[in-house]
């Protein structure tokens, strides 16, 4: 009834498993049929956000299984659970949306309350949405007992009329049948081939971008997040991490050890080399925050700036996430970057080596055109930049990927909400030139801080994506493209200036300056400041209610408790 080594001694494990006043404890064991030894053994959870709302999610169990095999074939006990998730193609354009970023944060705390409530000694973590790779990645962090993130892989591209689509495709096919440009059998068929397998959406959307996240910020083994779902190489990705957690047990490495400001900076650079997601921008600070780093929107801009960018990935180039793969993977985009010196190579890993080691072998694929080299690349700065300017106080973000200009200039127009906005463009509403405003979709606002791609896709499917810009302190689709500005803050619901426009008002943006300003005076804006009345939020009850009172601003991760710098213990060491 006692361990049978040292390891257990020294393992949060040991507080229900080990000594006759457990006894209890372990008779539950036995009722799931496990042996004396496998109770002895280290407990390694295996959490996985598997659920039927989404492709993404559809493959994620039967993953879960390889790994478990791996946990057992080296000597620890796999306990595997189910999390939440929210999917943000199915929440899109709707009230579902608010869900979508607060899921990130039920994700990370109820990981954490299994975790805790069951003292396991380790964390094998399986999400393939865009909410859920960061919350499990932030649940690892919280924790801080070895961990390994694996994502379920992306979908395969559909094929329409003869070319690869994706479901990008479809959001945009929507604006073109709006104005006739497409027929009601097109659409129809369109929706039925664009996503043919199970994964996440398969170009360089927030899924995709946090997936190379997970491999340049150490957390996940190399190559793994980039094969798709279908593949069956993901099940001996699987069962190696499964073998590889219980080393990082008896080597006490953990994710603290692996997430550093540099590691961070490594993730960033990666967003930026691939014309990723600006989500990143809310997510990387929040990962960061479970660390207690302060890393925020202005940190990570700052990488991104000095970034080239270089990988050709839809949605503004050419290439899905089964092409990088299958061409190198994400260990080719940092292996360049690398050589070139824009990343930190002596950032620990979970292979139990340091970056450069892990990348010592990957030879430059000269046969390709995915992936440029770092020091010729589509970009000289990355593919999402930051903004700062009497607009945006606090900072905003916009992906420049595929941009034909990095400016624009235009007179507002400000809708409160989404719908507003999405009714004017489906209505063609607006002009060439106008820079259309949403505002009230901040973290607190919304609440939830919803993304804009029905809106954004609908004004590229009209065939004006490129003639009008949108700002909001709400949030952007990784699949969104032209001249889109989100996380604008402070938001509108606590006085911040976008809350402050008015139609008409001239608004410039300067993505190559870094900029976002009105040519309002400060006179100005602090005499409607004094005037202005914040929206009461309708979310008066239930959990997007408790999300608007915790959450906070888009700066720093919107983050819903005070981090690991307010830490006393980490689980970890219990």
Not at 180 to 186: T, V
Not at 376 to 388: I, S, Y
Request: charged share 20%.
């Amino acid at each position: 009834m006692d361990a049978r080594t040292d390891l257990k001694s020294r393992l949060p494990s040991r507080h229900v498993t080990e000594g006759p006043e457990r006894a209890p404890h372990r008779s539950y064991y036995y009722a799931m049929g496990l042996t004396k030894q496998q109770i002895h053994q280290p407990f390694v959870g295996v959490a996985s956000c598997w659920n039927e709302a989404a492709p993404c999610n559809i493959a994620l169990m039967r993953q879960a299984q390889a790994v478990k095999k791996g946990v057992a074939a080296n000597g620890g006990t796999p306990r595997e659970f189910c999390t939440i998730t929210v999917t943000d193609g199915i929440a899109m354009g709707h009230e579902g949306m608010k869900s979508s970023l607060p899921s990130r944060e039920v994700i990370a705390d109820s990981v954490e309350l299994t975790i805790r409530g069951h003292a396991y000694d380790a964390l094998v973590g399986l999400a393939g949405c865009d909410k859920s790779l960061p919350g499990m990645m932030m649940a690892m962090c919280r924790l801080n007992v070895p961990s390994i993130f694996i994502y379920g892989g992306s979908i395969l591209p559909g094929t329409f009329k003869g070319q690869p689509v994706t479901v990008q495709d479809v959001f945009e096919a929507v604006g073109r049948h709006s104005v006739g440009d497409l027929s009601d059998g097109d659409l129809d068929e369109l929706e039925q081939v664009a996503c043919p397998s199970a994964g996440a959406c398969g170009a360089q959307f927030t899924a995709n971008t946090m997936a190379t996240v997970s491999e340049a910020i150490g957390l996940a083994l190399p190559y793994s997040a980039g094969a798709p779902a279908p593949y069956e190489i993901r099940d001996r990705f699987c069962m190696t991490a499964g073998e590889q957690i219980v080393e990082l047990i008896r080597r006490n490495i953990r994710p603290r050890d692996i997430v550093t400001r540099e590691a961070l900076e490594n993730a960033a650079a990666a967003v930026a080399a691939t014309g990723g997601s600006t989500n990143a921008a809310l997510h990387l600070p929040a990962i960061a925050h479970e660390c207690g780093i302060a890393f925020d929107l202005f940190d990570v801009s700052d990488v991104f700036k000095r970034t080239p960018y270089i990988a050709d990935l839809k949605p503004g180039g050419r290439y899905v996430a089964k092409d990088l793969f299958e061409v190198g993977g994400i260990p080719l985009i940092l292996k360049t970057l690398l050589d070139h010196g824009f990343l930190h190579g002596d950032c620990m890993t979970v292979t139990g080596r340091t970056m450069a080691q892990n990348l010592a072998n990957v030879a430059w694929n000269k046969a390709q055109d995915v992936v440029r080299p770092a020091n010729r690349p589509l970009l000289a700065t990355g593919g999402v930049v930051g903004l700062k300017g009497n607009l945006a106080p606090e900072g905003a973000i916009v992906k420049i990927a595929g941009l034909e200009s990095l400016t624009f200039t235009g007179p507002a127009r400000c809708f409160d909400g989404e719908e507003a906005c999405f009714e004017a463009v489906k209505k063609r509403r607006y002009k060439d030139g106008d820079v259309l405003v949403i505002r009230q979709e901040g973290p607190q606002g919304g609440p939830g801080m919803r993304e804009m791609l029905a809106t954004t896709a609908a004004l590229y499917g009209q065939g004006t994506g490129g003639k009008v810009a949108l700002i909001t302190d709400g949030r952007f689709s990784g699949a969104t493209r032209g001249f889109c500005v989100g996380h604008v803050g402070p938001e509108a619901a606590v006085g911040g200036p976008i809350g402050l426009l008015r139609d008409g008002d001239i608004i410039e943006i300067d993505a190559e300056a870094g900029t976002l300003n009105v040519k309002l005076s400060k006179a100005e804006l602090d005499a409607r400041r004094a005037a202005f009345k914040p929206k009461r939020t309708t979310a008066t009850s239930g959990y997007l209610w408790k999300y608007a009172q915790q959450v906070g601003s888009a700066r720093t991760g919107a983050v819903t408790h005070p981090g690991a710098v307010a830490e006393k213990k980490c689980y970890a060491d219990v």
